[in-house]
Structures are given as C-alpha cells and as structure tokens.
C-alpha cells in the first residue's frame, strides 16, 4: 500500500474517533444536564409547598387575629351604656354630673345569650358596640350605633363555614372562612366558685345573668392542600383530631364582660 493511501486510511480513522469522543461527551453534557434540571425543578416544587405553606398558616393566623379583635371588641363592651352630662359642672370643684343615656332595650334583656350546636354555637350579644378612633360607637359591621333600636350583635356559622356577624339593623358580613369549628363556653359565679358551662346548660337553669366571661374557641381551616402528610391537632373538644387534606389553626380566648347587665 502505497504511503499516500496509508494516509488516507489514516484519517478516516482518526475522523470517526473524534466523531465517537464528542457523542460520548454530548450524551455525558446530557445527562448530567438532566439531572441538574431534575434537582432544580424538585428544590423549586418543595420551595413553591413551602410557601402555600406559610401563606396558608399566615392567612389563618390574620383571620383568627381579626375574629378576636372584633370579638373582643364586642364582648368587653356588651351591657355598656353611653353617658351624657346631667348638669353644669361645679364651680368649686369643676366636676361634672353625668347620667346614663336611656337605651332602647327590654326590661328582660340579658348582656349574653346563645344556642349550642355542633360543631357551631351561637354567640349572641345585647348593647354591644365599641367606641371607634373617631369617638363614635359602631356596632360589629363598623356602622354607627344608634341607641334609638335595641343594640345586638349575634355570630354565627353558615352552611359554607363562614362566619358572620349579624347586626340590629338585619345586615350580615363574613368576618371569617373555612371555620370548621365556632364553640363558646359561658363562664359563671356564683359567690367564689366559678363555672364553665355550655349555652344548653345555662339555657336550661336560666342563668344568663351569672354569666360574667366567655370563652371562644375557633377552628380554621386552611385552603392549601397537604401533599403526602396529614395534620393531627386538638380540636376545640380537646379530643385529638386528623386532617389528611388541609391545615387546621385552633385558637382559644377568654373574654371577660366589663358591664353588669342592663339592670
């Protein structure tokens, strides 16, 4: 074989090598490519659950703040009376005589009333309003308060696991979604000792008028879903509970009443 040939030979042998090493380099770059994309796209799902995570706790501990407040708001405040001076103030000492403003409200009218269900109670309030920023008194909506209609304010439950809050006036908002559970207990004395009891107890012995706290527990149930784990918590029964489905925030709160009654 002649030596120009041999060369020729040569290079052939020499091309088809090189095209081998780069499509063994090309299949290595891909692969390891992939598995990089694979790694990238696994951090970024666990990042994304991680934040509905946190959105959906953050959403839950917002809605179960708000519903405390306004409760509060209206608990602490149910039985009070507005007052207005009732003379010129002294010219010795400066004080000035005040009375209590006359309140459209039932001479049978008790501060606190509800109805036990499950897993809803009823919370129902007489002469609750809280005095806003700008000095006026506004009912659970933040409509002004009049005292020419009886003053109430009554919480509750709807098919869809809403909570509202109905005012004197008929009107209804939602103050809460995705309730699972809205249990009150009414907390009573009687002399020193103190009892908690349900709406169907105090109901029954017509004690309405001892009662002088309320303990709300609420339930929220959150919108994100749990992929792969599942929730045990202590529902507002203290029995242990599951969700396999959906995040569950249970918070409870004791609201002592600041009025005696409308007596």
Known sequence: MSSPERMKRHR????HLVRGALLVELMVGLTVGGLVTLAALAVLQTFGQTQRIVDD???LLQQAGFV??????QIRTAGSRDIEAAGDADPTTGATPYRY??????ANTTVVRGTSGMPHDTLTLAAAAYIAPDGVRRDCLGQKASTQVPLAATFQVDAGGVLRCKSSSGQNQPIAFGVAAFRIR????NGEAMRDLDASAIEQADQWRQVVAVAVCIDLRGDAVLAGTEQRYVDCEGKAATDKTRRHLVLQRLFHLRADGLT
């Open 12 to 15: 052939r042998c020499a091309a």
């Open 57 to 59: 706790q953050s959403q």
């Open 68 to 73: 405390f407040r306004l409760l509060g708001q």
């Open 101 to 106: 403003v006359a309140q459209a409200t039932s």
């Open 186 to 189: 009414y907390r009573l004395r």
